[in-house]
């Protein structure tokens, strides 16, 4: 599994992604159930943190927040 599968994958799948855009470096996120997203896995997958606030998951990935937003819209 790819880092943007793993994270894909951390915040519940593709079906609980409404929205995802890339930021300077984070994933602004909204997600269909909070509850889905897993900060250990998205930690594991490389994430440097993740803030929740309801649906509003905003995952801190880099630099590289650009390419991975790209990554996991081609799954969506």
């Known amino acids: 599994m790819d880092k943007a599968e793993a994270i894909l994958a951390g915040l519940g ?6 929205e995802i855009e890339p930021c300077i470096t984070r994933l602004r996120t909204v997600v269909r159930d909070g509850g889905k997203v897993d ?9 440097h943190g993740v803030m929740k606030s309801g649906t509003v998951v905003q995952v801190v990935v880099g630099p590289e927040a650009d390419t991975l937003c790209m990554d996991i819209e081609d799954l969506l």
């Open 39 to 47: 900060d250990r896995a998205l930690k594991a997958a490389g994430a």
């Open 13 to 18: 799948g593709a079906d609980n992604v409404v």
